[in-house]
């Protein structure tokens, strides 16, 4: 009998690790994915009995003058949401984390500890500390900018259309800039500090070591953070709902896909729930986060790997 000829053993114990793992994920998020992409094809009549209907349930979303503008309402909100996390979150990540990797800069922990801690409050108390902060009745923003000689630009920012969106986003961008904080800061620290040595033998200024050295090595990290930030921005929902309830008002000025989804999924005051449509506004969901994620990883992604090779 050759070597060849002796089998192995079938790896049971791959099956015993894994598939507890394995069927908890297929049952809480694999089942519930395709069964909402199935379940947007249908629709229901009086009675409760769902048909097939096709892709009429997203024609409607998409043109129809009952769902339409709320749709394309919700969608263009959630990307200026998205928009102002790019330009403010991130950008202000990247500065703190420079700041923290500075060597020069004493009780770097402390701060990093206190700029990381509004990540892990509740979004539904963020949400209702900062709707308390900044009312008109009660809060103390107007007192506070009066003080500092900027009163005249107070506002009732979280009830007025034109401003309510900005404000959420702000808020929002004031709680979780910890996370690309420490994700750009975790990067830099792996970048070796023989490359900052050889760019001041060379002559080279803070900025041009920045520039030529540390942020050529930290784009995969952020290009990781863009993406991370999009994903997190299409399935946001709980900060509105707690300061602005499932209306996003005022006027729908602050409706994102998670609100419209809630509102046509379960219904709410005169709106009345239909789980098939809101199904096709879940799946719609998932279509852009796919696209964006898809994008990214053919034109963005392809190009940094280029890059560092």
Do not use: C
């Amino acid at each position: 009998m050759t070597h060849s000829d002796i089998r192995k053993p079938f790896p049971w114990h791959i099956l015993v690790f894994l598939g507890p793992g394995l069927l908890i994920y297929l049952t809480v998020s694999v089942y519930p994915l395709l069964d909402t992409l199935r379940l947007g094809f249908f629709s229901e009549d009086e009675s409760g009995a769902t048909f097939f209907v096709g892709m009429q349930n997203y024609a409607n979303l998409l043109f129809s003058e009952v769902w339409s503008e709320p749709f394309w309402n919700a969608l263009k909100n959630n990307l200026m949401f998205f928009i102002i996390h790019m330009l403010l979150q991130n950008p202000i990540g990247l500065l703190l984390a420079l700041l923290l990797s500075s060597p020069r800069l004493r009780l770097s922990g402390t701060y990093r500890t206190l700029l990381f801690m509004p990540t892990m409050l509740s979004v539904v108390i963020v949400g209702f500390v900062w709707q308390l902060l900044l009312s008109p009745l009660w809060g103390i923003s107007e007192d506070f900018m009066y003080n500092i000689g900027l009163g005249d630009y107070f506002d009732a920012w979280l009830g007025k259309e034109g401003t309510a969106l900005v404000t959420l986003s702000l808020i929002s961008v004031w709680q979780f800039v910890g996370i690309p904080m420490m994700l750009i800061y975790a990067a830099l620290l792996n970048i070796p500090e023989d490359l900052n040595d050889a760019g001041v033998v060379d002559g080279a200024n803070s900025w041009q070591i920045f520039w030529n050295i540390k942020l050529p090595l930290l784009l995969p990290t952020i290009s990781m953070v863009s993406i991370l930030t999009f994903v997190a921005n299409f399935n946001a929902f709980e900060l509105i709902y707690a300061v602005k309830g499932a209306l996003a008002g005022p006027n729908f000025s602050t409706d994102i896909m998670g609100t419209l989804f809630y509102r046509t999924f379960f219904g709410f005051q005169l709106q009345q729930g239909s789980p098939t449509m809101g199904a096709a506004v879940a799946t719609l969901m998932f279509l852009i986060i796919l696209i964006g994620v898809a994008i990214y990883l053919f034109f963005v992604q392809r190009r940094i790997q280029r890059f560092q090779l």
